[in-house]
C-alpha cells in the first residue's frame, strides 16, 4: 500500500507469479522506475541464457533451429541459382509466365525452411 491508503503499485509478474513489487509513488522520479523495470528485463535475459547454457534438451533445441536455418538459407542460395538458370533457358515464354515465377523465387527459402521444420 502507498501513503494515505492510495495504491499506485504494481506487480511485475512472470508466469503469474509476482516477482517484484514496485511502488510509483509521486515523489519517485520516472527514470528510477524505468531502470528498475530495465533490471528486471536484464536478471530475466540473464536467467534465460543461464537456463540455455545449462546442459539439456534447450540448448540441443535452438542449436537444432539454427541449424535448419543454416540449411534453409543454404539450400534458398543452391535452389535460387538453379531456378534463374532454368527460367533463362526456357524460350517463347510470355510476360506473365515469367512474372508468376518471381514470387517464387522469392518466397523460395520460406517455403524450404516450411519444408524442413514441418507444419
Not at 502507498?2 to 495504491?7: L, N
Not at 509478474?13 to 531502470?35: K, L, S
Not at 535448419?68 to 531456378?83: E, P, Q
Request: a positive charge.
Amino acid at each position: 500500500m502507498c501513503r494515505k491508503g492510495i495504491c499506485c503499485c504494481r506487480d511485475i509478474a512472470r508466469g503469474g507469479v509476482p516477482v517484484q513489487h514496485i511502488c510509483m509513488e509521486p515523489n519517485t522520479p520516472p527514470q528510477m522506475t524505468f531502470y528498475q523495470e530495465l533490471e528486471v528485463l536484464f536478471t530475466g535475459a540473464m536467467r534465460f541464457v543461464d537456463g540455455l547454457l545449462m546442459p539439456g534438451w534447450k540448448l540441443y533445441q535452438v542449436l537444432i533451429i539454427l541449424a535448419l536455418m543454416v540449411v534453409s538459407y543454404g539450400l534458398h542460395h543452391l535452389s535460387d541459382g538453379w531456378l534463374q538458370s532454368w527460367v533463362r533457358s526456357r524460350e517463347g515464354w510470355q510476360a506473365w509466365q515469367l512474372r508468376m515465377i518471381v514470387p517464387i523465387r522469392h518466397r523460395l527459402g520460406f517455403l524450404l525452411s516450411r519444408g524442413l521444420f514441418g507444419r
